[in-house]
Structure formats: C-alpha cells, structure tokens
C-alpha cells in the first residue's frame, strides 16, 4: 500500500483536526482547517485511505511543507 503525506502548504496555526488516527477518508475531504495571514483555510486528503499517523494539534504553530498527516491507502 501507498502511504502519502499531507502537508501544510503555508506556515499558520492549525485551528481544527477534523480526523483521528484510523479514520478512513477519500480524495478531497477536509481534514484539519488551518490559519495564515488571518483567513482560516481546509486542508484537504491527497489521497484516499487510512489515516495512520497524524503529527500536529489544535493551536500548533506550523511551517510551510510541515507534514500533518500519514494516509495510507
């Protein structure tokens, strides 16, 4: 199987994770929203699977390219 990473494609601050560790989810669905410059905006499944590994929370400060997530699928 496949793993992809979800990565944060701007520095920000995650507001919300929208997904546990074993989650299923498909291509598109929003799985955490995030903060940059004062607008919130979705993060988004690269790719349909199984969450396996999730590496950042509610209130985290992250950088460009930050990994938030494994999906495996």
Same mark, same amino acid.
């Given at each position: 199987?496949?793993?992809?990473?979800?990565?944060?494609?701007?520095? +920000?601050?995650? #507001?919300? #994770? @929208? #997904?546990?560790? +074993?989650?299923?989810?498909? @291509?598109? @669905?929003?799985?955490?929203?995030? !903060?940059?410059?004062?607008? !919130?905006?979705?993060?988004?499944?690269?790719?349909? +699977?199984?969450?396996? %590994?999730?590496?950042?929370?509610?209130? @985290?400060?992250? %950088?460009? %390219?930050?990994?938030?997530? #494994?999906?495996? +699928?």
């Amino acid at each position: 199987m496949a793993q992809h990473e979800v990565v944060f494609p701007m520095p +920000g601050k995650v #507001v919300s #994770v @929208d #997904v546990a560790v +074993g989650d299923e989810v498909a @291509d598109g @669905d929003t799985i955490a929203v995030f !903060e940059a410059m004062k607008i !919130e905006m979705p993060l988004a499944a690269s790719a349909a +699977g199984k969450i396996t %590994e999730i590496k950042a929370a509610a209130d @985290d400060m992250v %950088e460009a %390219e930050q990994v938030f997530c #494994v999906i495996e +699928g």
